[in-house]
């Protein structure tokens, strides 16, 4: 037996046009799961590398900010298979000026994709994992659900949530069967950090501090996804897992 084995399971991720949920959802499709992609804009490079691993790609084109949408788009995910198995909330945006002139918007836009919307989503599959007894969610945080960060007062305190959420969730949901637990990326190179990256002394500043000696890339998330969405982690419950190369280790 393979306690990390995921044939037969579907899982949902958000955010997979690119970045961490692109190499999640492949990770998942590799330990063997068929996975729903629920994205902005038309994840089809995704799409492709899960179905040549021989698993089902299903996509959602969905804006998941907008609240109202995300009961249907969960109805949608559901009638694929008549289940979900794996829920993984990836999708989230960063707007990053100084606090003094963070724009009224852009704190509503951070906190609504990132914190809003994994609460509501986790609700929806909530509500379907207790009734079945089983199911995995997964959050993914950041360092700034520890630190403060420069520029980013909304995503810190969107992240900071997201953290919390994970252990309230874990409380009320692990007597269900349920286990929530969240993956806090250090430095990732994805289109979130093309800013910071983009700035020679910040990327040189940052390479320098982590012990790994290098910035993440998806693929680093595959294992841990993996491991948090299979039976290999029955008893982790409301944990934040981070895979920053040793960054809060320093
Ligand atoms: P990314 O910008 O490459 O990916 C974000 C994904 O979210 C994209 O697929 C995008 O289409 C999707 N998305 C954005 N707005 C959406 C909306 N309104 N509706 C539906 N989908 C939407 O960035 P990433 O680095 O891959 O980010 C993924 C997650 O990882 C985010 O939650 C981010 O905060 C987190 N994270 C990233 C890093 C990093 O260093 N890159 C570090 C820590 C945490």
């Keep these: 037996m393979n306690p990390f084995d995921l044939s037969g399971q579907v899982a949902l991720v958000t955010g997979t046009s690119g970045g961490l949920g692109q ?44 609240e109202d949408e995300l009961s249907a788009v969960f109805e949608q995910a559901l009638a694929f298979q008549g289940r979900i198995d794996i829920l993984v909330n990836n999708a989230g945006i960063i707007r990053r000026t100084p606090a003094a002139d963070h724009a009224v918007q852009d704190w509503h836009d951070v906190i609504g994709l990132n914190l809003n919307t994994v609460f509501f989503l986790s609700q929806l599959a909530g509500r379907h994992m207790i009734e079945r007894g089983s199911g995995k969610i997964i959050n993914i945080a950041s360092m700034l659900s ?9 995503y810190t305190a969107s992240k900071h949530g997201v953290a919390g959420l994970t252990k309230a969730l874990a409380n009320e ?20 950090t093309t800013q910071i990256r983009a700035d020679e002394n910040r990327y040189r500043d940052i390479t320098a501090r982590i ?40």
């Design 173 to 192: 949901w692990a007597g269900k069967g349920i286990q929530i637990n969240g993956i806090a990326p250090g430095y990732m190179e994805t289109d979130n």
């Design 146 to 154: 520890y630190q403060g960060g420069i520029n980013v007062p909304g």
């Design 23 to 66: 190499g999640m959802a492949i990770g998942l499709a590799e330990a063997g799961a068929d996975v729903v992609l629920v994205s902005y804009s038309k994840p089809a490079a995704t799409a492709s590398a899960i179905e040549a691993l021989g698993r089902k790609a299903y996509v959602i084109e969905a804006d998941l900010s907008r």
């Design 211 to 250: 012990p790994a000696g290098r910035w993440g890339t998806p693929e680093d998330l595959k294992g841990p996804v993996v491991f948090l969405a299979s039976a290999a982690s029955d008893y982790l419950n409301g944990h934040v897992l981070n895979v920053d190369g040793g960054w809060m280790a320093r």
